[in-house]
């Protein structure tokens, strides 16, 4: 009866978030070598794109700009993220928006500019170390500054957790990331948020092909031509989505 009792409480659950939320938005990078067919994702509801822009030390994603380009001509919004190391964060911040920028191809084309990202993860396979919760709150500080937007951060659920809640943490770096929304990543269970955070606004539920998640007609881990693709849940509508993505968006000046 207790097992019957938690797998419908589970599925109101699943039941309630699927109507709050859309399985719309993908992320991408160098590793990903395919030709990327963003028609196809377009035709498939995806609404946004957040692509690696940069890298450690200081390496800029060669496929950003074209499928910036490619992407945006589909009709899809655009979005950005750096992934961090452990070297002077202000210099990241800028490394990261000047490549951004150099690759911006106006409003025209791009009319609700790029969501800003920081990819807070456990860096084990650039150089560089990996980035500590205070870095993390002087980058953010710096891209908020420059841009007048405060930036995503996504990072593990786990590891997030466990990172912000270690000894030596400060309350005021700790407030400072809580400015930003949470993208989350949890490939076996719907995750929840901690402090400084209320709520995730992105969920990344599979990644190379990984997902322990069911039915997967609702947790597809294929989009358009990419069979182990990296999909995300929006909190919230298609068309919520669109306006949240504008509202957070930076315009780089051209």
Same mark, same amino acid.
């Given at each position: 009866m207790r097992?019957? !009792?938690?797998?419908? $409480?589970?599925?109101?659950?699943?039941? #309630?978030? $699927?109507?709050?939320?859309? =399985? $719309?938005?993908? =992320?991408?990078s160098h590793y990903d070598l395919m030709r990327v067919d963003f028609e196809s994702m377009k035709r498939e509801d995806v609404v946004g794109v957040i692509h690696e822009a #940069?890298?450690?030390?200081?390496d800029r994603d060669s496929y950003y700009g074209t499928r910036q380009n490619a992407a945006t001509r589909a009709g899809l919004l655009w979005g950005a993220y750096h992934f961090a190391d452990a070297t002077d964060p202000v210099r990241q911040a800028e490394h990261f928006l000047s490549v951004v920028q150099s690759s911006w191809t106006g409003p025209a084309i791009q009319p609700s500019g !790029?969501?800003?990202v920081l990819d807070f993860e456990k860096n084990g396979h650039y150089p560089g170390g990996t980035m500590r919760v205070d870095q993390a709150a002087r980058f953010v500080e710096r891209i908020k500054q420059r841009t007048g937007k405060y930036p995503g951060v996504y990072g593990s659920e786990n590891r997030l957790r466990a990172v912000l809640n270690a000894p030596g943490v400060s309350r005021a770096d700790k407030q400072v990331l809580g400015n930003c929304w949470l993208w989350i990543a949890n490939y076996h269970y719907q995750p929840t948020a901690s402090s400084p955070w209320s709520n995730w606004r992105l969920w990344q539920y599979t990644g190379d092909?990984?997902?322990d998640l069911r039915p997967? $007609?609702?947790?597809? !881990?294929? !989009?358009? =031509?990419i069979a182990r693709a990296e999909r995300n849940i929006f909190r919230g509508s298609n068309e919520s989505l669109a306006a949240w993505w504008q509202e957070h968006a930076w315009l780089p000046v051209e």
């Amino acid at each position: 009866m207790r097992f019957f !009792v938690v797998r419908i $409480s589970f599925l109101l659950l699943g039941s #309630t978030l $699927s109507a709050l939320a859309g =399985n $719309s938005v993908v =992320n991408l990078s160098h590793y990903d070598l395919m030709r990327v067919d963003f028609e196809s994702m377009k035709r498939e509801d995806v609404v946004g794109v957040i692509h690696e822009a #940069t890298y450690p030390r200081f390496d800029r994603d060669s496929y950003y700009g074209t499928r910036q380009n490619a992407a945006t001509r589909a009709g899809l919004l655009w979005g950005a993220y750096h992934f961090a190391d452990a070297t002077d964060p202000v210099r990241q911040a800028e490394h990261f928006l000047s490549v951004v920028q150099s690759s911006w191809t106006g409003p025209a084309i791009q009319p609700s500019g !790029v969501l800003l990202v920081l990819d807070f993860e456990k860096n084990g396979h650039y150089p560089g170390g990996t980035m500590r919760v205070d870095q993390a709150a002087r980058f953010v500080e710096r891209i908020k500054q420059r841009t007048g937007k405060y930036p995503g951060v996504y990072g593990s659920e786990n590891r997030l957790r466990a990172v912000l809640n270690a000894p030596g943490v400060s309350r005021a770096d700790k407030q400072v990331l809580g400015n930003c929304w949470l993208w989350i990543a949890n490939y076996h269970y719907q995750p929840t948020a901690s402090s400084p955070w209320s709520n995730w606004r992105l969920w990344q539920y599979t990644g190379d092909g990984k997902c322990d998640l069911r039915p997967r $007609s609702a947790y597809p !881990v294929r !989009v358009a =031509n990419i069979a182990r693709a990296e999909r995300n849940i929006f909190r919230g509508s298609n068309e919520s989505l669109a306006a949240w993505w504008q509202e957070h968006a930076w315009l780089p000046v051209e």
